[in-house]
């Protein structure tokens, strides 16, 4: 395999046509939209009275989709909330940021998804999740959502996503209605280990690895969902299932691009204070399968998706650090890089 570095790979100008463009339609994401409501001291759970901040809107999808938009990417979000202030949370930002919620519907019954979110010392997180029981969980194909999808251009896929039986059912019907129109389809692993993976959800996630042109793993993801120890059999095991780019994120290390010609990029991540990691793998999908799809250039759209994960890291909040391209290149001028 051709290693080249960053540098060589930028006076290379290496583009690729891995994404549909911007202009065949919305790239649109599924699943489940929550507020997250984040402990503001460190320390194990919730079995005690503590101080708590938010709601801030959140979600993986909802995170995704909206720095997607507010670089600027044709971007539609699917899923539902509840008629609820939290709920309004979600779709005002949506839309502030220029994403479609036409196919966000409103539940009249279910309050909106949540998250409690605490962090502990050694910067794991307890979760207390309300997303099978809540509006979070209950949409479907309507007329609205078949539209959208059928004008889009690209799907992302969030493996958290799976474990409930109507994002499934969804997500299947616009990977196939995306493909048939020339649309590509990307998928963020996103494991958890709060939500539960079944033998369903693992055949469910092998089928749409198999649509899937471009993967967005973090660490072990990357072996786990080609089922094959080592990074380069694994990279190799997913080409061959057709994927066509692999881009693994590495927290503060920054990322490695794979292309199925062979070759390599390595960016390195920015340096930051870390405030609040929530999120940054969502930025960094956001803004990379955006400005891929605004025709950027690999090693150009890494910039921009590290740039993104790593503001966004410096904020409280899921998403409260998403930033626009000005914004984004404001901040890569401002920070320096670790090499
Ligand atoms: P998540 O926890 O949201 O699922 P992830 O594991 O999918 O995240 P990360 O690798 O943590 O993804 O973050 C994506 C990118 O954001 C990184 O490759 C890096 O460029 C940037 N990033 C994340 N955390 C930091 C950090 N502490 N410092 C600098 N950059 C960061
Ligand atoms: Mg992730």
Redesign the pocket.
């Known amino acids: 395999m051709t290693r080249l570095d960053f540098e060589e790979k930028s006076q290379m100008g290496l583009t690729s046509d891995t994404l549909a463009l911007d202009s065949v339609g919305p790239t649109i994401c599924v699943g489940e939209i929550l507020v997250e409501i984040l402990a503001t001291t460190v320390g194990e759970g919730f079995l005690a009275s503590q101080p708590f901040v938010g709601p801030f809107p959140s979600g993986?999808p909802a995170?995704f989709i909206d720095q997607c938009g507010r670089v600027g990417g044709n971007a539609g979000m699917i899923g539902a909330v509840g008629d609820d202030d939290f709920g309004r949370v979600n779709t005002a930002r949506l839309e502030q940021d220029g994403v479609d919620v036409s196919g966000v519907s409103i539940d009249p019954i279910f309050p909106t998804g949540s998250a409690f979110v605490r962090y502990r010392d050694d910067g794991s997180r307890d979760f207390v999740f309300n997303i099978a029981t809540s509006a979070a969980s209950r949409f479907g194909w309507t007329p609205n959502v078949a539209a959208l999808a059928n004008r889009s251009g690209h799907l992302h896929i969030m493996g958290s996503a799976l474990s409930m039986p109507s994002a499934w059912a969804v997500i299947e019907k616009a990977a196939r209605a995306v493909k048939a129109r020339g649309g590509s389809i990307s998928l963020?692993p996103?494991l958890?280990k709060e939500l539960k993976s079944t033998e369903d959800t693992k055949e469910r996630f092998r089928q749409l690895l198999r649509m899937s042109d471009l993967l967005?793993?973090?660490?072990d993801?990357l072996t786990g969902a080609a089922g094959v120890d080592g990074e380069e059999a694994a990279v190799a095991r997913l080409f061959e299932l057709g994927v066509r780019e692999i881009v693994l994120?590495?927290?503060?290390?920054?990322?490695t691009c794979f292309l199925s010609d062979g070759t390599t990029v390595d960016?390195?991540?920015?340096?930051?204070e870390?405030l609040d990691?929530?999120?940054?793998?969502?930025?960094?999908?956001g803004a990379y399968v955006a400005c891929r799809r605004l025709g950027m250039r690999v090693e150009q759209a890494l910039t921009y998706?590290?740039?993104?994960?790593?503001r966004?890291?410096t904020v409280r909040g899921?998403m409260e650090g998403a930033g626009t391209l000005a914004e984004l290149d404001d901040f890569i001028k401002k920070t320096k890089r670790?090499k």
């Open positions: 993986a995170i963020d996103n958890r967005l793993p973090s660490g993801e994120k590495r927290g503060a290390l920054g990322v960016s390195p991540a920015f340096q930051v870390e990691p929530t999120g940054a793998g969502d930025c960094f999908g998706g590290c740039a993104a994960g790593a966004n890291v899921p670790i």
